[in-house]
T-cell receptor
Framework: EPEVTQTPSHQVTQMGQEVILRCVPI?????FYWYRQILGQKVEFLVS????????KSEIFDDQFSVERPDGSNFTLKIRSTKLEDSAMYFC?????????????FGSGTQLSVL | DQQVKQNSPSLSVQEGRISILNCDYT??????FLWYKKYPAEGPTFLIS?????DKNEDGRFTVFLNKSAKHLSLHIVPSQPGDSAVYFC??????????FGDGTTLTVKP
């Protein structure tokens, strides 16, 4: 079965550094998402992306965050200047459709640790 | 303001019996709802969805019920199997794809 792949699986960075988390969605999917889960907390929506632009974003997704689909296969999340509270598991997801027939496929996540 | 709540942090059932996981929401503008299953160190896995215009959707051992007037949905798993042991999240979606997840319920199915 096709799957969403995320790299790296673990990322350690110093506070204030920039990080880029990478995702390869399923090839025929058109809708892309980033979520995060802080240890012991719920999964939180960050952003949805369709047709090369952001469709929706949450309050968490401030100016420090950006997303890009640079080459038609990768979907990246950039955090410009990381903070300690950005430490979390970040999940990428993709879907072929959106709406009531939506089936969202998640990657295995990137564990980001900000020191 | 927690728009999606799963009030039971954990649930334990015997193999072969029914598991019922509950979810309440406050925003009547949610367009559809999804249930996910999650194992440690893995991403969530889609289980089943339901549109806000339906009251029931069934897929094999999984059935989701939606009571719009009560703003309540539930996931029924029958019969429960030990492999169903995981954390279950309900998530509510707007038609633009913005989602709000519940806190999750840890289901343990005992052999």
């Amino acid at each position: 079965e096709p799957e969403v792949t995320q790299t790296p699986s673990h990322q350690v960075t110093q506070m204030g550094q920039e990080v880029i988390l990478r995702c390869v969605p399923i090839s025929n999917h058109l809708y892309f998402y980033w979520y995060r889960q802080i240890l012991g907390q719920k999964v939180e929506f960050l952003v949805s992306f369709y047709n090369n632009e952001i469709s929706e974003k949450s309050e968490i997704f401030d100016d420090q965050f950006s997303v890009e689909r640079p080459d038609g296969s990768n979907f990246t999340l950039k955090i410009r200047s990381t903070k300690l509270e950005d430490s979390a598991m970040y999940f990428c997801a993709s879907a072929e459709t959106q709406g009531t027939n939506e089936k969202l496929f998640f990657g295995s996540g990137t564990q980001l640790s900000v020191l | 303001d927690q728009q999606v709540k799963q009030n039971s942090p954990s649930l334990s059932v015997q193999e072969g019996r029914i598991s019922i996981l509950n979810c309440d929401y406050t925003n009547s503008m949610f367009d559809y709802f999804l249930w996910y299953k999650k194992y440690p160190a893995e991403g969530p896995t889609f289980l089943i969805s339901i549109s806000s215009i339906k009251d029931k959707n069934e897929d094999g051992r999984f059935t989701v019920f939606l009571n719009k007037s009560a703003k309540h949905l539930s996931l029924h798993i029958v019969p429960s199997q030990p492999g169903d042991s995981a954390v279950y999240f309900c998530a509510a979606y707007t038609n633009a794809g913005k989602s709000t997840f519940g806190d999750g319920t840890t289901l343990t199915v005992k052999p």
